[in-house]
């Protein structure tokens, strides 16, 4: 995704400047204002099941601080939080606590699937009969990170994805179309496509 | 002990005891209905003493099931492992968990996993598998899951 | 599943001196269940009166997995399982494997797999100082202990590949050489981490506070230690020899010095301080080898394909919790016909219930903490 990264400027401070003789003028849209704000203030839910959990511990630390970027406060309950970050497997027993705790996060309210077994199961996904394949069985997800476990950059990485997408200023939906898996080719355009 | 001593040790202290010498460890064979007395002997014998009880499982051959104790005493330092042979139709066994309490947590998970009843269980309910769970034990030969399992 | 918080119905409940008893789920989703741990607790006022674990939220049935996974295969789904000392779980499969075919291990491959081996329990251990710290509620040893891991993720990372699940033994030794840079990064290590270990006695050891939390609390005796099952610090702060290394050794462990630390306290203080001094001891063990690896090969030639003889395998080895034994049934063919963990957490939570009955809850939460339970490891 680095060709749809966007430069600098669109993570400054939305607005113009009017320069008058006593101070200035600052005129901005209101959405973009909120957005701005929302996006630098993301407070992700404590909600780790397995390995990727020590990874998203090491991101918190001190080497890959993600509290430069307004993630400081992670918030147990998740009636506090903004973003769920999945970071483990969901076997059928969590299931239902996983959308429990969905439910009960406030709008607007964000899912990011870290490790390839939030993604789609990961190394559990042949001849086991407790995991659930994917955690976007259960819940809208976001952002998808891979990784066995992901590097703390590439959780970074997508974090800051995922700010960007809050301000352009997009629906859920839209945000979901953007990042939405791509469906295997088959047959003819497999054929075409190896070529 | 060595595997001899305990060999001719346990062959006057449970007649009814078949053995097998392949293998790193002693392995007894007895009979269900042996089970506390033997159990009982092995662990408060002074020159046993096996109070350590490491590893309890169960393996399903497709047509019997055995269970497994490994058992070991920290005061000598010698290992050996039981095993019982149960009926594949209807699995059940007394409990060890009053000698050794670490079994009372594996049993049930023997008991979820393979449908062995314990008699006599202080609490014998399901352990890992989800609440409600309906249908066979899954760690059987002969379990099927055509919803949940993808197979390769 | 969900237990809906309830006040038990008791005799004269409502009368001024009748409290009923209450039932509140410490749920999967907590930050001080180091996990998904669901523990229901049974109350009278603070006061606990009966901790009913609930387990299975990360069971990802892998004994049933690994019955169709060759034996090259099923070695790697255990670094997943206690994550944390994910080279020791890697290394007792390696073991039987290797028992069961009458493999031979190249020197030089054994002191490798050793030096892993500590480095990784060194980096467990200082994990558990940090988070537990983060439980009771000392926020400062988290950073603290971080920052030391990661250089032991960095040296492990530019060896093995990866830095947190490193599938880098194979039965017959390990998979590759070290990096020529392995021995300087080590001695740097070592040089800068006996300062540190001194610091972090200063931050929490010495602290009145911390150990008011955990004087006194979760007593486990020394017969009830061996008679749940507990292995690894928990036990030997209760005065119970179980260490697997000085046992029954296996690689070099019989040729190197190192002590066994046994408290007979059997509180909670008493495992911290047998972990403190674990610490210091894997460090010792890595000083005396790092400059006497042996040249050679890392690695016996094996077929591509192993087939296991008709037989039962049982290898023990000792990680960062507990005793871990893999159990190989195997009918002669290329997959096992039924494979068994036993997981030291399994038999350590076990005796949760016995240590905590009577104390307060930020007394259970200094138990689980002490403890050092990692959940995967006990759900498999």
């Known amino acids: 995704m680095t060709d749809k990264f966007q430069s600098e400027s669109t993570l400054a401070f939305p607005g113009e400047v009017h320069q008058t003789p006593s101070g200035g003028v600052l005129v901005s849209k209101l959405d973009d204002v909120i957005n701005w704000a929302r996006s630098n203030s993301l407070w992700p839910l404590v ?75 990961g190394p559990f996904f042949y001849n086991t009969y ?66 | ?63 019997h099931l055995t269970m497994v104790y490994h058992l070991e005493s920290t005061t000598y330092r010698h290992q050996v492992v039981v095993k019982i042979q149960l009926d594949r139709n209807k699995p059940e066994i007394e409990t060890v968990s009053h000698i050794w309490r670490t079994a009372e947590f594996h049993e049930r998970e023997i008991y979820e996993l393979f449908g062995v009843n314990f008699l006599n269980h202080p609490d014998l309910r399901i352990l890992i598998l989800p609440d409600g769970w309906e249908g066979k034990n899954p760690l059987r030969k002969d379990f099927e899951d055509p919803v949940n399992m993808i197979k390769l | 599943m969900y237990r809906e918080t309830e006040i038990l119905k008791q005799p004269g409940l409502g009368t001024p001196d009748v409290f009923g008893d209450m039932v509140i789920n410490v749920g999967p989703q907590h930050p001080a269940t180091h996990g998904v ?19 299975g939220y990360i069971h990802r049935s892998i004994e049933k997995m690994c019955e169709s996974l060759s034996f090259r295969q099923f070695i790697y789904v255990t670094s997943k399982m206690d994550y944390l000392s994910s080279h020791i779980n890697n290394h007792g499969c390696c073991l039987c494997v290797e028992k069961g ?63 947190l699940t490193m599938n880098y033994m194979v039965p017959g030794g390990v998979m590759v050489d070290v990096h020529p840079n392995f021995q300087r990064r080590v001695k740097e290590f070592i040089a800068h981490f006996k300062k540190k270990i001194d610091e972090y006695d200063e ?6 506070i911390f150990q008011n939390r955990v004087k006194g609390v979760g007593y486990l005796s020394k017969e009830d230690a061996i008679s749940y099952g507990c292995t690894g610090p928990t036990a030997r702060g209760s005065g119970v020899s179980c260490d697997i290394r000085k046992l029954f050794p296996y690689e070099v462990y019989s040729k190197l010095q190192f002590d066994e630390i046994i408290e007979t306290g059997g509180d909670c203080w008493s495992r911290y301080l047998v972990r403190m001094k674990e610490m210091r001891q894997s460090l010792s063990i890595v000083e005396q080898l790092i400059d006497n690896i042996p040249e050679g090969d890392v690695q016996t030639k094996t077929k591509a394909v192993l087939k296991l003889p008709k037989g039962e395998y049982y290898s023990r080895v000792e990680t960062a919790r507990g005793e871990f034994g893999v159990y190989i049934v195997s009918e002669g063919g290329t997959t096992p016909y039924r494979i068994k963990f036993r997981s030291p957490g399994f038999s350590n939570l076990s005796a949760l219930d016995h240590m905590a009955r009577g104390g307060k809850i930020g007394d259970l939460v200094a138990i689980m903490a002490m403890i050092d339970l990692v959940i995967p490891d006990i759900d498999r």
């Open chain 2, 1 to 63: 002990m060595t595997k001899e001593e305990l060999k001719i040790k346990l062959t006057e202290l449970i007649p009814t005891a078949t053995f097998d010498e392949s293998g790193e460890w002693l392995n007894i064979v007895i009979t269900p209905g042996d089970l506390l007395t033997s159990v009982e002997i092995l662990r408060n014998k002074p020159e046993l003493n096996f109070d350590y009880l490491f590893c309890q499982t169960c393996i399903d051959w497709k047509t």
């Open chain 3, 101 to 163: 075919m009458q493999i031979e291990v190249p020197p030089r491959a054994q002191v490798i797999r050793v030096m892993m081996d500590e480095l990784t329990r060194l980096a467990s251990h200082q994990l558990w100082w940090g988070a537990g710290a983060m439980d009771i509620g000392a926020l400062t040893p988290f950073f603290h202990a971080f920052r030391e891991r990661e250089m032991i993720n960095d040296i492990m990372e530019e060896s093995c590949g990866t830095r």
């Open chain 3, 203 to 208: 931050l929490l050891t010495g602290n009145v």
């Open chain 3, 37 to 55: 741990l669901h523990l229901v607790i049974t109350l009278n006022g603070e006061t606990i009166k009966k901790v009913d674990p609930h387990l």
């Open chain 1, 130 to 195: 407790s995991v659930v394949k994917g955690a976007d069985h259960v819940i809208p997800v976001d952002v998808y990170v891979a990784g066995c476990p992901p590097r703390p950059e590439a959780l970074i990485n997508s974090l800051m994805l995922l700010q960007q997408k809050i301000k352009k200023g997009l629906t859920r939906e839209q945000i979901r179309e953007e990042s939405k898996l791509p469906t295997p080719l088959t047959g003819k355009e497999q054929e075409a496509f190896y070529k």
């Open chain 1, 47 to 121: 909600f780790g099941t397995s390995c990727c959990a020590i990874e998203m511990m090491s991101t918190a630390a001190a080497k890959y601080d993600w509290s430069r970027f307004g993630f400081e406060v992670a918030r147990a309950t998740p009636r506090q939080a903004d973003v769920i970050i999945i970071a483990g497997t969901i076997v059928n027993k969590m299931a239902p606590v996983l959308k429990r705790l969905y439910d009960q996060m406030g709008d607007p309210k964000y899912v990011i699937a870290m490790g390839a077994c939030a993604t789609s199961g």
